[in-house]
C-alpha cells in the first residue's frame, strides 16, 4: 500500500475507488453522512484502503426556519458539524466564539469564517469541562444550533454552573431507509473487512438496516470501529470478528483504531 500515487477519490454508485483502481488494500465502509464525510475518505484512501459509501443519517434542513434567537448571547455551541452549516444558512454573523465540540467541528467553522474559535477535541463532555472552564455565565446565554435528537444533554452537565443554554432545533438527522445494492452485495459476499461507526443513532441505523436484510450471519469476519463504547453497545446485537473502540472520540483515533484492528 504504500508509496502508491493516489488520485482524487471518485464515487460511483456509492462505491468510491482510486481512479487507477489499483489499490488493494482492506476494503472499508463508511456509514457517516455524505457532508462529513470527504476529508476521511480521502486520508483512507491515501493510506491504501479501498471504500464503500451507505451514509446511515440524511442532514435535512429546514425550508421555513424559525428565527434565530440571539438576543444577549456571548457564544455559539456547536456539537456537530451540521450545527455549523445550520447556523451559517440562517445567520452571517461571525463575531460570535465558537466553541466546538471537536477538531472536524471546528474546522468547519474555520471554513465558514469564524475566527473565535475553542475545540473541546473529544465529545459532549470535554465541550462541557472547556465552557465551564472559559465562559462566564453571567456575560450571556450561549446559543446551541441542534439536531431534533441529540446525543447528550449538554443542559444537564452544565445546570450547576448556572449556564443558561438557548437550544434550538435547526436540523434533522434522518435515519437511512436502505442499503445500497453494492453494500448489500459485499456484505453478503463477506468482502468488507471493517465498517467505521461515528455515532450512536449510525449504529442504530445500521443495526436495523442488516435486520431487514437479513444480513446478521453476513459480519462474523468484519471489524466494528467504533467512536466510543456508547457506539460500540449499540452494536453488540451484532457478531463481529473483532469491535475496536478509539482511545479518544475523535477521528484521528478511531482512524488508529482501524490500523490496530489490522496489526
Same mark, same amino acid.
Given at each position: 500500500?504504500? =508509496?502508491?500515487?493516489?488520485?482524487? !477519490?471518485?464515487?460511483?454508485? =456509492? +462505491?468510491?475507488?482510486?481512479?487507477?483502481?489499483?489499490?488493494?488494500?482492506?476494503?472499508?465502509?463508511?456509514?457517516? !453522512?455524505?457532508?462529513?464525510?470527504?476529508?476521511?475518505?480521502?486520508?483512507?484512501?491515501?493510506? =491504501?484502503?479501498?471504500?464503500?459509501?451507505?451514509?446511515?443519517?440524511?442532514? /435535512? $434542513?429546514?425550508?421555513?426556519?424559525?428565527?434565530?434567537?440571539?438576543?444577549?448571547?456571548?457564544?455559539?455551541?456547536?456539537?456537530?458539524?451540521? @450545527? *455549523?452549516?445550520?447556523?451559517?444558512?440562517?445567520? #452571517?454573523?461571525? %463575531?460570535?466564539?465558537?466553541?466546538? *465540540? @471537536?477538531?472536524?467541528? +471546528? %474546522?468547519?467553522?474555520?471554513?465558514? @469564517?469564524?475566527? #473565535?474559535?475553542?475545540?473541546?477535541? @473529544?465529545?459532549?463532555?470535554?465541550?462541557?469541562?472547556?465552557? &465551564?472552564?472559559?465562559?462566564?455565565?453571567?456575560?450571556?446565554?450561549?446559543?446551541? !444550533?441542534? +439536531?431534533?435528537?441529540? +446525543?447528550?444533554?449538554?443542559?444537564?452537565?452544565?445546570?450547576? =454552573?448556572?449556564?443558561?443554554?438557548?437550544?434550538?432545533?435547526?436540523?434533522?438527522?434522518?435515519?437511512?431507509?436502505?442499503?445500497?445494492?453494492?453494500?448489500?452485495?459485499?456484505?453478503?459476499?463477506?468482502?468488507? #473487512?471493517?465498517?467505521?461507526?461515528?455515532? !450512536?443513532?449510525?449504529?442504530?441505523? $445500521?443495526? &436495523?438496516?442488516?435486520?431487514?436484510? &437479513?444480513?446478521? &450471519? #453476513?459480519?462474523?469476519?468484519?471489524?466494528?470501529?467504533?467512536?466510543?463504547?456508547?457506539?460500540?453497545?449499540?452494536?453488540?446485537?451484532?457478531?463481529?470478528?473483532?469491535? /475496536?473502540?478509539?482511545?479518544?472520540?475523535?477521528?484521528?483515533?478511531?482512524?488508529?483504531?482501524?490500523?490496530?484492528?489490522?496489526?
Amino acid at each position: 500500500m504504500a =508509496g502508491q500515487t493516489l488520485s482524487r !477519490p471518485s464515487r460511483v454508485n =456509492g +462505491a468510491i475507488w482510486n481512479i487507477s483502481g489499483e489499490t488493494m488494500g482492506p476494503l472499508i465502509l463508511n456509514t457517516r !453522512p455524505e457532508a462529513d464525510s470527504q476529508e476521511l475518505e480521502t486520508t483512507l484512501l491515501q493510506r =491504501g484502503y479501498r471504500l464503500l459509501s451507505a451514509p446511515m443519517l440524511r442532514i /435535512e $434542513f429546514p425550508k421555513n426556519p424559525d428565527q434565530l434567537d440571539l438576543a444577549d448571547v456571548q457564544a455559539l455551541i456547536f456539537t456537530s458539524a451540521n @450545527g *455549523v452549516r445550520a447556523f451559517t444558512r440562517q445567520c #452571517d454573523d461571525r %463575531r460570535y466564539p465558537a466553541l466546538c *465540540v @471537536g477538531d472536524a467541528t +471546528a %474546522r468547519t467553522a474555520q471554513q465558514a @469564517g469564524f475566527n #473565535d474559535i475553542r475545540s473541546a477535541n @473529544g465529545d459532549i463532555h470535554d465541550l462541557a469541562r472547556l465552557i &465551564k472552564d472559559q465562559i462566564d455565565p453571567t456575560n450571556g446565554a450561549l446559543f446551541h !444550533p441542534a +439536531a431534533r435528537k441529540v +446525543a447528550g444533554d449538554l443542559g444537564s452537565l452544565l445546570r450547576d =454552573g448556572n449556564f443558561d443554554i438557548r437550544r434550538q432545533t435547526m436540523y434533522d438527522a434522518v435515519p437511512s431507509d436502505c442499503l445500497p445494492n453494492e453494500v448489500v452485495s459485499a456484505i453478503s459476499a463477506h468482502h468488507i #473487512d471493517a465498517v467505521l461507526f461515528f455515532s !450512536p443513532r449510525t449504529a442504530e441505523s $445500521f443495526v &436495523k438496516l442488516i435486520e431487514r436484510h &437479513k444480513l446478521q &450471519k #453476513d459480519l462474523v469476519g468484519t471489524r466494528a470501529i467504533c467512536l466510543s463504547s456508547a457506539v460500540q453497545d449499540r452494536l453488540s446485537v451484532l457478531t463481529w470478528l473483532k469491535t /475496536e473502540v478509539a482511545k479518544h472520540p475523535t477521528q484521528e483515533y478511531l482512524l488508529s483504531a482501524l490500523e490496530n484492528a489490522f496489526a
